[in-house]
């Protein structure tokens, strides 16, 4: 016997937001420290992160146009759970657990298209679109089948996910306790009045970045302005001193945004001026700004006046990250030859600052290795973003689940 008493493994995990952490993340920004270096590099904290944060929160599953047609059923992963997505004969988008009621086989492996229903492949239950259960073969014995479902079957339907579809965005909460979702989602659309995101498409591009690092290292560097000036070489050029700012809070998200004065991608002047169409209807503010919102607790969206970049973090391991990023134009210029350039050239300019910030996360990632680290001395304008951060990260996985 080692003398470690049972449950001390998940204390010590769980102290690493524990009241001491709280309070001085709790402290203004220049007295403040940053979660201690085990939630970026214990593996049991990241299994943590899945159980009491991403299962509790509103978690992005995937885009709505991944099952454009009714009878898509696309199987995903969501904290590491197995997840199927399927839009319903009334074109609606729902999530199930990938699973059987039955016996626990995994009801999907691949994507399918016009499918009227789902069928376990171990005993051939066949399930609606909408979860319920609709045939048992030899449920009754030999050649005696189920074929209509009774009122002591709603236990029989599929285990169904409570689910959120924002604009091309679907989103789940696992455990189906967090906030409605129009009162989680609500600051954001707040920040993002005036632009109008129903008139974007998702082209055919996405970017797929692997990062040596924590998720949440990865996303506080793309939330970090300070570190254009020494990282980014290009970007420092392209970007004028007013347009870096310190990120703000609303709600549990945070936001940045900025203005221009070139036309193009938005990220530096675009000389081909081949003219990207604009949202409609755009104010002259608008016209010439961007805002970039994080939104909780792994996902950003930048909108800028002909583009939108939704980018989602995967978490993988503790030290790996997986970084997609989808490319939004308005309506035809997600797909026209003529804007295929343009495109091209947004998808580079994205490409070489993640290729850029690759290397920083890595040895951010290494210096939590350092027992001298604490939290780190913020940066009193540049990091009330980072604090922010944290401390939204320590509250939700206290009050995640019941040993909180």
């Given amino acids: ?18 009241d001491a952490v709280l309070e001085r993340l709790q402290r203004d920004t220049r007295d403040a420290r940053g979660l201690p270096n085990a939630a970026f590099t214990d593996p049991a904290f990241h299994e943590l992160e899945k159980e009491r944060l991403f299962s509790h929160t509103w978690a992005f599953a995937a885009s709505a146009s991944l ?28 999530a199930f657990h990938n ?33 319920a259960p609709r045939n048992r073969p030899h449920y009754h014995g030999p050649g005696q089948h189920q074929t209509e479902a009774r009122n002591d079957d709603r236990d029989t339907c599929l285990f169904g996910i409570r689910s959120a579809t924002w604009h091309d965005w679907v989103f789940v909460n696992l455990d189906g ?37 924590n998720w949440k290292l990865v996303v506080e560097n793309y939330c970090d302005f300070y570190h254009v000036f020494s990282v980014h070489p290009a970007l420092d050029v392209a970007m004028s001193p007013t347009m870096r700012r310190a990120m703000w809070p609303g709600g549990p998200h945070m936001f940045n945004g900025y203005s221009f004065d070139h036309s ?7 000389a081909s001026e081949l003219g990207l169409p604009q949202q409609p209807g755009l104010s002259p503010e608008k016209a010439s700004s961007m805002v970039f919102g994080l939104v909780f607790p792994n996902v950003a969206i930048n909108v800028y006046p002909e583009s939108v970049q939704f980018s989602h973090f995967e978490p993988v391991a503790a030290d790996r990250t997986i970084m997609h990023m989808w490319f939004y134009y308005v309506g035809d210029a997600a797909t026209a030859p003529e804007h295929g350039q343009a495109r091209q050239r947004l998808y580079d300019d994205w490409a070489q600052l ?3 910030d690759e290397g920083i996360c890595r040895q951010i990632q290494e210096g939590r290795a350092c027992d001298a680290y604490d939290g780190g001395r913020m940066a009193p304008y540049w990091d009330t973003g980072t604090i922010h951060y944290h401390r939204q990260i320590a509250l939700a996985i206290r009050d995640g689940g019941p040993a909180a």
Wanted: glycine share 12%; hydrophobic share 35%; charged share 25%.
């Fill in 99 to 131: 699973v059987c009621p039955h016996r626990g086989a995994r009801l999907v492996t691949e994507a399918q298209g016009g499918k009227p229903a789902i069928t376990c492949p171990y005993h051939a239950w066949t399930f609606g679109l909408d979860g």
């Fill in 264 to 270: 193009g991608t938005g990220i530096s002047p675009d």
């Fill in 1 to 18: 016997m080692n003398g470690t008493r049972p449950g001390a493994s998940r204390e010590n995990t769980l102290a690493v937001v524990g």
């Fill in 354 to 356: 993640n290729a850029e």
């Fill in 177 to 213: 306790r967090a906030e409605p979702f129009d009162d989680f989602i609500a600051p954001v659309e707040r920040e993002f009045a005036g632009n109008d995101l129903s008139v974007f498409r998702r082209s055919e591009l996405a970017m797929h970045h692997e990062f040596a690092s």
């Fill in 67 to 94: 099952v454009p047609r009714r009878g898509d059923i696309l199987p995903i992963r969501v904290a590491g759970r197995p997840v199927i997505l399927v839009r319903g004969q009334d074109d609606t988008v729902r």
